[in-house]
T-cell receptor
Framework: AQSVTQLDSHVSVSEGTPVLLRCNYS??????LFWYVQHPNKGLQLLLK??????LVKGINGFEAEFKKSETSFHLTKPSAHMSDAAEYFC??????????FGQGTILTVHP | DTEVTQTPKHLVMGMTNKKSLKCEQH?????MYWYKQKAKKPPELMFV???????INESVPSRFSPECPNSSLLNLHLHALQPEDSALYLC?????????????FGPGTRLTVT
């Protein structure tokens, strides 16, 4: 069975410093992986997706993620945090019958 | 247009009421989903419709009744809910098919059961 683990429930950074949100997956087959962001009382917005075309995936708002099969990881990064990046981030894995398996989420706090 | 709309934004209902949540998309997607999200938790899948047919029901209680009248609309009919059903209800859509396509989410309906 596929599972997704987000290694940090909370991450706190200062504005202008790098962001790293960690996600590991377990799967017996090549996965499709996604990062979503959710601002308070809002729906989920897709940041980026990995579907085996390239291991380094660029998304919206300056985010990117690198798929590392040897480490079963799909960490999300951004070189410089902005106050508007403060939100909850979900890593998710997809199955061929349409079901997404979500990690537990990481709350990102950005300090001025 | 990558927008999924949901109405109403907020809903307060008593345990004896009947109400419906509505979801609409015009992206030509043929898979639509209902999720339930409790505070500080990830979304939990409830139902999946593929080509207007129910393909996945995640053992959801019968007081939740989904309906897909056409390829653009998805409803969730609510009856005799319990206070623990209070949550954010999210709708999503995607292309069903050979690959695994991303799901696009609506803003959600915040449901409070009193």
């Amino acid at each position: 069975a596929q599972s997704v683990t987000q290694l940090d429930s909370h991450v706190s950074v200062s504005e202008g410093t790098p962001v790293l949100l960690r996600c590991n997956y377990s799967s017996s087959y090549s996965p499709s992986l996604f990062w979503y962001v959710q601002h308070p009382n809002k729906g989920l917005q897709l940041l980026l997706k990995y579907t085996s075309a390239a291991t380094l995936v660029k998304g919206i708002n300056g985010f990117e993620a690198e798929f590392k099969k040897s480490e079963t990881s799909f960490h999300l990064t951004k070189p410089s945090a902005h106050m508007s990046d403060a939100a909850e981030y979900f890593c998710a894995g997809g199955t061929s019958y349409g079901k997404l398996t979500f990690g537990q989420g990481t709350i990102l706090t950005v300090h001025p | 247009d990558t927008e999924v709309t949901q109405t109403p934004k907020h809903l307060v209902m008593g345990m004896t009421n009947k109400k419906s949540l509505k979801c609409e998309q015009h992206m030509g997607h043929r898979a639509m989903y209902w999720y339930k999200q409790k505070a500080k938790k990830p979304p939990e899948l409830m139902f999946v419709y593929s080509y207007e047919k129910l393909s996945i029901n995640e053992s959801v209680p019968s007081r939740f009744s989904p309906e897909c009248p056409n390829s653009s609309l998805l409803n969730l009919h609510l009856h005799a809910l319990q206070p623990e059903d209070s949550a954010l209800y999210l709708c999503a859509s995607s292309h069903p098919g050979q690959g695994i396509d991303e799901q696009y989410f609506g803003p959600g309906t915040r449901l409070t059961v009193t």
